[in-house]
């Protein structure tokens, strides 16, 4: 019993380390932000955006609809409220260009920052833009500011409290004196007093991500007591319905009371007292059970724009 109660043990340790490989090629992020519908144009304006990456990954952030020699175009980290800086000079005015996509970064995500606050910051004395190729109707923009929120995608877990019902239920016996006989009893089934199903309450650790499956399917790993006051050991698969509730399913590695070795049913003995204390087998049954957090993750409690004031760069 320690044995395999070790290997569950060590699986939900090694769990993480084993999902977390993953391909390093992957296409950079991209971020869009509409400036012209932000500034009262055609178009639904998005003031905010979420993304998850992990810490050292890219990603870019493109102004759709700009003025690009307008305006000056910044990306910042989220840590604390900076400072107002001063504005950007104007490049000299020249022929006015039709709107058009400015492109930010790539920029690797520092795990130290929450989100990014990108800045669309109009230069002093700069030539406007028109809406397009032709046209002659000036485009109105106005500063903007667009913010990337990010959540590292990384493991967390949740301790948790809950019920389960494990299936098949244990074996009861009784034993009925022998026909005839006033000493001699037959051990039998005692099927009226057995269960189709076990309760047991519970408490449950789930493994999960920030995003991707591991977000809503969560390793689960737990002890039980059943309803006969025996501990049983579960592992399976969480389907998370949100922060808070878990719906529970795997194998339980339970004890189950047998008869003790040489006596089956239809054995006949003159011991009354041989169902008193009965050995147990550790058994695997089917669990399923619904789980509600009391203890938030790790990561959970972190403050998510915490750290020191850092820039990440500029756009160019």
């Known amino acids: 019993m320690r044995f395999v109660f070790a290997s569950v043990v060590l699986s939900a340790l090694a769990w993480p380390g084993v999902c977390d490989a993953r391909q390093q090629n992957q296409d950079v992020t991209n971020v869009t932000f509409d400036h012209f519908a932000a500034s009262g144009g055609s178009g639904r304006p998005e003031r905010a955006r979420t993304v998850t990456l992990r810490d050292g990954e890219q990603f870019l952030v493109t102004v759709q609809r700009t003025c690009v020699d307008a305006f000056a175009y910044t990306i910042r980290g989220v840590l604390k409220e900076p400072a107002a800086g001063p504005r950007p000079s104007a490049t000299p005015p020249g022929t006015r260009r039709?709107?058009?996509?400015?492109?930010?970064?790539?920029?690797?995500?520092d795990d130290r920052f929450g989100g990014y606050i990108v800045d669309v910051i109009s230069k002093a004395d700069a030539d406007s833009c028109v809406l397009s190729e032709g046209s002659e109707e000036k485009a109105s923009l106005k500063d903007a500011q667009f913010f990337v929120n990010v959540t590292t995608d990384e493991w967390d877990y949740s301790v948790s409290g809950g019920f389960a019902f494990s299936t098949p239920g244990g074996r009861k016996y009784a034993l009925v004196p022998k026909a005839g006989s006033e000493t001699v009893m037959i051990v039998t089934r005692d099927e009226d007093n057995?269960?189709?199903?076990?309760?047991?309450?519970?408490?449950?650790?789930?493994?999960?991500?920030s995003a991707g499956i591991f977000h809503t399917l969560a390793p689960t790993f737990g002890i039980s007591v059943e309803t006969d006051d025996k501990a049983a050991y579960f592992g399976g698969i969480g389907w998370r319905l949100g922060r808070v509730a878990t719906l529970i399913g795997g194998v339980s590695l339970s004890q189950l009371s047998v008869?003790?070795?040489?006596?089956?049913?239809?054995?006949?003995?003159?011991?009354?007292?041989?169902?008193d204390n009965l050995p147990t087998e550790s058994?695997?049954?089917?669990?399923?059970g619904i789980s509600f957090a009391f203890l938030p993750g790790g990561n959970s409690i972190k403050k998510p724009f915490a750290g020191e004031d850092k820039q990440p760069g500029e756009g160019k």
Do not use: Q, W
Not at 98 to 109: M, N, Q
Not at 200 to 205: E, T
């Open 98 to 109: 039709p709107l058009a996509d400015k492109r930010i970064g790539p920029t690797a995500h």
């Open 194 to 209: 057995e269960a189709d199903a076990v309760t047991s309450a519970g408490a449950f650790v789930h493994l999960f991500r």
């Open 259 to 275: 008869l003790p070795g040489g006596v089956g049913v239809g054995s006949e003995t003159e011991n009354a007292a041989l169902l």
């Open 283 to 288: 058994k695997l049954r089917f669990m399923v």
